[in-house]
C-alpha cells in the first residue's frame, strides 16, 4: 500500500511540474483529490487493510494528500503570476479599466434602525427581550387588563387563529402587540425590570400609506421602587436625541391604554421645523410619537410584582412608522414590499 501512495505522489508531481494553465491544474486536483478522485479512493480501500497497518497506512495518506496540497497551491501561485506578468505586458490590456461590479446585499432599513434603537437603550441599561408572534388571547389581552368582552378589544383588530385546541390561555391570536412581552418578562425575571421588546405585529386592518397589516413595535417596560413618569420623559428625551442626532424635546398628552394608569400619549418636537409649525406636523409643532404610562396594577399582579412595594411605565411605539419619520418616507407600504429599486437606497 506504501508503495502504491508513493507511486502515485510521484506520477502526480510529475504532472503538476509539466502543467501549464490554471484550468489543467483544477483538472488534477479533482483527478487526485477530487470527491471520485485517487486518493478518496484509496482511502475507501483502508477498509482491506488489517487493522493494526491501519494508523501507519493512514497516516502515510495524509501525510501524501497534504504534500499534494501544497505542490498544487504553489504551482497555482506561479502560474496566476505568470498570467498576470503575461497582461501587464500586453499592450492592449487597459490596467485602468474598472473591475467587475459584485452586488452584494445590505441590512434592511427596519433593521438598522432596530439596532440603533437596542445600541441605545443598551447603554441606558436596558435588556433586550423577545416574544413569541403567535400569542394566546391571555397574554395579549386578559393579562394586560382587558377582559373578555370588553369594549378595548376593538382598539386592535385580531387576527384569531382557526385552531381551535387552546388551553386555560384562551384562543391563539397573532400578537396585536408587543406588550403581552410585559407580562413574559415580569414572570420570568421579577422586579425590578429594565427592558425593551422589538418585535412584530399583526392587525386586522385596511391597509393605508400609514397602516400596515403587518408592522413593528418597540415596547419599553421599567419598574422598580420610587419610578414616575418623570424618569420616562427623561429616558425618551434622551434618547429621541441619540437617535435623530439632534435636539429633541418630548411632551406628554392623556391617553388610554387599559393596561396603564394614568395612561398618556408622547409627542415629540416635530423635526422638520423643529417646533416652529410646518405641514408635516399640521402646524403644530409636535408629532405622535407613542403610547405609554404608568403600569397598572392588575397589570403587575398578572405578572406575580407586588404594586405596593414596586411601580414601574411601559411605553410602544411604532419602528415601522420611526423608520417613515427617519427616512421621509410618505407610504409604509414600500418597506415590506421588497420592491429593491426602494430598498438599495438603504444601503
Ligand atoms: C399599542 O399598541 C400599545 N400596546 C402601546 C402601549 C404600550 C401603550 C405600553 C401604553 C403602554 P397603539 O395601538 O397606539 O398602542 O400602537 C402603538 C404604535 O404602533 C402607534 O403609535 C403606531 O406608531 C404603531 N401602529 C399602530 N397601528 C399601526 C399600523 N396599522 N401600521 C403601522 N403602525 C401602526
Known sequence: M???????????????KSSLTLASLEELRIKYLGRKGSFTNIMQNLKSVRSEEKPAIGQALNAAKNELEQHLTTKQKTLEEEVL?????????????????????????????????????????????????????????????????????????????????????????????????????????????????PGRVFRYEATDASHDSTFYQVEGLLIDKNISLANLKGVMTEFLTRLFKKETKVRFRPGYFPFVEPGIELDMWC???????CRVCKHTGWMEFMGAGMVHANVLKAGGIDPEVYQGWAFGFGLTRLVMMKYGIDDIRLLMGGDLRFLEQFS
Open 2 to 16: 506504501k508503495d502504491l501512495i508513493q507511486k502515485l505522489i510521484n506520477e502526480a508531481e510529475n504532472e503538476i
Open 85 to 197: 506578468k503575461q497582461q501587464l505586458s500586453d499592450d492592449s490590456f487597459d490596467t485602468t479599466r474598472p473591475g467587475t461590479h459584485y452586488e452584494t446585499g445590505h441590512i434592511h432599513p427596519l433593521s438598522q434602525v432596530q439596532k440603533e434603537v437596542e445600541e441605545i437603550f443598551s447603554q441606558m441599561g436596558f435588556a433586550i427581550q423577545d416574544g413569541p408572534e403567535i400569542e394566546s388571547e391571555y397574554y395579549n389581552f386578559e393579562a394586560l387588563n382587558v377582559p373578555k368582552d370588553h369594549p378595548a378589544r376593538d382598539m386592535q383588530d385580531t387576527f384569531f387563529l382557526a385552531d381551535k385546541s387552546h388551553d386555560h390561555h384562551g384562543r391563539m391570536v397573532l400578537r396585536t402587540q408587543t406588550s403581552p412581552v410585559q407580562i413574559r418578562t415580569m414572570e420570568k425575571f421579577g422586579a425590578p425590570l429594565r427592558v425593551i421588546v
Open 271 to 277: 423635526l422638520l421645523c423643529s417646533g416652529m409649525g
